[in-house]
């Protein structure tokens, strides 16, 4: 019995034996080249260098954005807040640097007082450094705190952030960090870091379109950066977005971002800091817009001049590429973040009438009565006005409710409405005059409102918002751009009453913007195929291309009308501002003009949240239309907020624009 239970003994100890020896010898020949891989990452370090970012150039090969070399001024999270642990921590290396017991309580007095003299002057020097770049460090810190609270309430514990330094004064030269250097040893959670900033060279042209970068927040990273399950560590730090990074935030620097974010290079570090394995960081991918910047500049001066905030579109025909889209007022992209406050309406100061209540300041109030942040030519919605009725006629001819020689009484008034509103503006204006009866052609030529409302009629209102879809009016333009960014414009799409019928028929009843407007009249110049605008060649989506269910031979009627609109000294409603205007023009166009009843604009100037001051009235004024007239190569919208007669105001805009468009090539004989 007993030599049975040893053999067992000795049998169970020889297999332990040997599965031992089996598992030694696959975790040696098998997995070992994983495990000494493993050992040795754990005693690597790793480096991830930033690449730049790409650069946004025009049509004509200018730059308009492009990462520059600089030193960010930092200032430690724990500094920022003065957090317990990073105070103890600098009371430590306070007493390490003098000489002083940390463990004696007179010694950490002299090392607190010591960190509360150095953060004095840290403060004075970062706020020094920052005003002198015209930025604000205190609103800089709060917007520090802001952002990594965010962090922290999204992960729901301490993050990565709260032990990084951030930066608050930007976009140091070489000469300014220079002399910063030895100041430096002065201060306390303050360093100056090696970045690049994004410059604008162009300033203010375009503004609106290129678009700003700004700080990484909690959203941006949930929306791009890989988890665990995706990548691992590695990949995941060159691919993710990290604290200190930026991204685009608006316009085609958002946009384009996936073309234009740099990919972060790698450095592999042995153990004693020996360079074992290095990758380059990868510059973003360059963008070209459609824009000619310099077309744009001599265009926003000429909308500068008009007195008026508004906005001028170029769109080439065979194309649909955007040329140029001002928007004025407008602001400077390298000042931006620093003047948010003023250019958003949001600056107040003390009142000098009672200190103890804040006003607006003069600067918000501009703002507020002009909002320079909004892009009148691709975000703003207006009526359209008369601009609209070419389309009104194509969906008549297109539906067949009229043909081009449907004769149409004009009686001044709409018959069909118990008000006889709308009513036509010739009878508004002349007390009682009316256009007698009118063909498409002279519908179109002298503008009249009662044979547009008529067609309007006859289509009913459903069908007229189909036919104005198809122009593009009720969608967004699809250029690629956020939604908040590129409009839709106002098209109501049910509950209809037969008065909208009337009132969109003349442009009236629903809202446009200026690229939309310019965009169904480049339409109209191609024989009804519509083609959605477009502004940049890289990173935006493919165009929508339809053909219109309307003939050539439609659309060339309504180009005459418009033609004559111009052209034709007998009731052509822009004629005589067109030939009374300074520009000289080498070719004939076809255009339209509008006047667009607009409410009051109303602020709030007070701060209570409701409006109380008018700051502008009266008819927004637009003129758009094609040219040349026989062969179409642009076409063109120029909108004036508040300035009252298309004709009177807009046209002679209009042929300026068109001149400096001859001027750049873009309009010829």
């Given at each position: ?38 050992a ?31 030193h ?64 604000d ?17 999204a992960?729901?514990t ?14 140091l ?11 430096m ?5 303050a ?104 077309l ?125 509103k ?69 098209l ?31 339409t ?73 009843t ?27 239309g ?20 298309g ?23």
């Amino acid at each position: 019995m007993f030599k049975l239970r040893l053999k067992i003994l000795l049998t169970l100890i020889g297999v332990m034996f040997l599965v031992m020896l089996v598992r030694l010898g696959y975790l040696q020949l098998v997995r070992g080249e994983a495990y000494r891989q493993a050992a040795e990452t754990g005693l690597r370090s790793y480096e991830f260098p930033q690449g730049q970012r790409g650069r946004i150039f025009d049509r004509t090969g200018v730059i308009l954005a492009e990462d520059v070399a600089c030193h960010d001024l930092c200032l430690d999270y724990g500094f920022v807040n003065n957090e317990e642990w990073w105070t103890k921590r600098k009371i430590r290396d306070i007493c390490k640097e003098k000489g002083l017991n940390y463990r004696d309580e007179e010694d950490r007095e002299q090392a607190m007082n010591e960190l509360q003299q150095r953060r004095r002057i840290t403060w004075q020097l970062v706020g020094r450094v920052a005003r002198a770049r015209g930025q604000d460090a205190k609103r800089q810190a709060e917007q520090i705190t802001r952002r990594v609270q965010r962090w922290r309430d999204a992960a729901g514990t301490t993050v990565a952030q709260e032990y990084t330094a951030h930066p608050v004064a930007t976009a140091l030269s070489e000469e300014e960090v220079n002399s910063l250097r030895p100041l430096m040893k002065d201060t306390v959670g303050a360093t100056l870091v090696p970045s690049q900033y994004r410059r604008y060279p162009q300033s203010a042209v375009a503004c609106h379109i290129i678009g700003v970068t700004g700080p990484v927040f909690r959203e941006d990273a949930d929306q791009w950066n890989w988890t665990t399950e995706k990548a691992g560590y590695v990949e995941r730090m060159r691919h993710n977005l990290l604290p200190g990074d930026v991204l685009g935030k608006t316009g085609v620097e958002r946009m384009c971002e996936t073309w234009l974010r740099p990919r972060r290079g790698l450095r592999v570090y042995r153990r004693r800091g020996e360079l074992s394995y290095q990758e380059p960081a990868q510059n973003g991918q360059d963008v070209h817009l459609t824009l000619d910047i310099g077309l744009q500049a001599e265009l926003r001066d000429l909308l500068q001049r008009s007195g008026r905030n508004g906005a001028i579109v170029i769109i080439d025909v065979a194309s649909g590429d955007v040329i140029a889209a001002v928007s004025w007022p407008s602001f400077d992209l390298n000042t931006y973040r620093a003047k948010y406050n003023d250019l958003a309406g949001l600056s107040k100061q003390p009142d000098p009438k009672n200190p103890q209540k804040t006003v607006f300041t003069k600067d918000a109030l501009y703002a507020k009565a002009n909002k320079p942040l909004l892009s009148r030519a691709f975000t703003g919605v207006f009526p359209p006005g008369s601009t609209v009725k070419p389309f009104t006629g194509l969906a008549g001819l297109g539906a067949k409710v009229i043909t081009p020689y449907s004769p149409i009484g004009c009686t001044g008034v709409n018959r069909h409405a118990n008000n006889q509103k709308p009513r036509c503006w010739i009878y508004k204006k002349y007390s009682g005059q009316t256009h007698g009866s009118l063909d498409l052609f002279g519908g179109l030529k002298n503008s009249c409102n009662i044979y547009f409302v008529e067609v309007g009629h006859r289509l009913g209102p459903q069908r007229l918002t189909d036919w104005f879809h198809r122009f593009g009016f009720g969608e967004r333009p699809g250029m690629g751009l956020s939604d908040t960014e590129e409009s839709a414009g106002l098209l109501k799409q049910s509950g209809f009453q037969i008065s909208d019928a009337w009132f969109m028929a003349i442009g009236q009843g629903f809202a446009a913007t200026p690229l939309q407007v310019a965009a169904a009249h480049a339409t109209v110049a191609r024989d009804g195929l519509y083609l959605s605008p477009r502004l940049s060649l890289e990173g935006a989506p493919e165009q929508a291309r339809r053909q219109l269910p309307i003939t050539p031979a439609q659309a060339q009627i309504v180009r005459r009308g418009m033609h004559a609109v111009v052209h034709d000294r007998d009731g052509g409603t822009a004629y005589k501002a067109w030939q009374n205007a300074k520009a000289e023009l080498d070719v004939e166009i076809g255009g339209k003009t509008g006047t667009a009843t607009a409410p009051p604009l109303r602020i709030d100037s007070d701060g209570d949240g409701k409006p109380d001051a008018v700051v502008a009235h009266g008819d927004h004024a637009w003129f758009a239309g094609f040219a040349p007239y026989q062969r179409p190569q642009i076409a063109f919208t120029v909108f004036l907020e508040y300035a009252g007669s298309g004709g009177q105001n807009a046209a002679p805009v209009a042929k300026e624009a068109l001149r400096l468009c001859e001027k750049f090539g873009y309009l010829t004989k």
